[in-house]
């Protein structure tokens, strides 16, 4: 299982991934499941992955692959559009999207012999110059939806836990440094109830128009700012719950 959450503001993009990975209760690994894709001055584009791990490594790779061939064209060949040349953040998720299907027709027919199937979505989000920053969820059939003022967020994987305190803190309006507070603690949630979910965890925060990635960190097992961060909003939620008023049962 994983957990990845984007969040589109006024002021700009945060996103977070956790990076634990299995295939069974002792087969546990840590992988990172953002991938950036920086052209600075031109595009910041951020996926963040879900599902199979074969499956999304598969796609990165193909999307990396094409990008790089398309680079090293001749200047005659017919021009193709990949992830770093697509001219808007829509186009990059057609691209995502059309790289998703080409695994699953590579793959589809020998996963079935094993009872498995293509499992793979992520959720992108960035801006390309000259048009403003948008955030998609692309799903393991390829379709996709964009986030809204109405619906600023999106969430993969392990989603019910932290979904409660994101729904009450972020708005358009909040603050990059709010949201990022509140997705960091939406995974402490998210790890107190389901041990399938874990550090380290990766957040990037981009400011709006800037084109370039300021705000990337990597939060290990251990981290203080992180502990601080939980032992707080324990403390918090413990204290608040005290002064809730005490049930009423009739006359």
């Known amino acids: 299982m994983t957990y990845c959450v984007g969040v589109l503001l006024e002021d700009g993009l945060v996103l977070g991934s956790d990076s634990r990975t299995h295939a ?7 992988f990172c499941k953002m991938t950036v894709f920086e052209d600075a001055g031109e595009r910041v584009l951020v996926l963040l ?7 999304t490594q598969a796609v990165i790779s193909l999307l990396r692959q094409e990008a790089d061939a398309a680079a090293e064209a001749e200047a005659d060949a ?8 697509a001219r808007t953040m829509f186009d990059v998720a057609r691209v995502v ?15 079935e012999r094993h009872d498995l199937s293509f499992n793979a979505s992520f959720i992108l989000g ?8 948008r955030l998609f969820r692309i799903y393991a059939a390829g379709n996709f939806i964009e986030a809204s003022a109405d619906t600023p967020f999106f969430q993969t994987g392990e989603a019910k ?8 803190v972020i708005a358009p309006s909040t603050s990059l440094s709010d949201a990022a507070k509140c997705v960091l603690v939406s995974f402490d949630s998210t790890m107190r109830s389901n041990l399938s979910v874990a550090m380290p965890i990766d957040l990037l925060c981009y400011e709006r128009d800037a084109l370039v990635v300021r705000k990337r960190r990597r939060f290990e097992q251990g981290d203080p700012y992180f502990g601080a961060l939980s ?12 002064e809730l008023p005490e049930p009423q049962w009739g006359a």
């Open 231 to 242: 032992k707080k909003w324990s403390e918090g939620v413990r204290a608040a719950f005290k």
């Open 49 to 55: 992955s879900s599902g199979s791990l074969a499956g």
């Open 78 to 85: 017919e021009p193709v559009v990949t992830i770093r040349s």
């Open 97 to 111: 999207s059309d790289a998703m299907r080409a695994i699953d027709r590579r793959d589809s027919e020998h996963l």
């Open 24 to 30: 069974g209760v002792d087969d546990f690994a840590s």
């Open 126 to 133: 960035g801006q390309i110059r000259g048009e403003p920053m």
């Open 161 to 168: 836990y932290g979904k409660p305190i994101i729904d009450r």
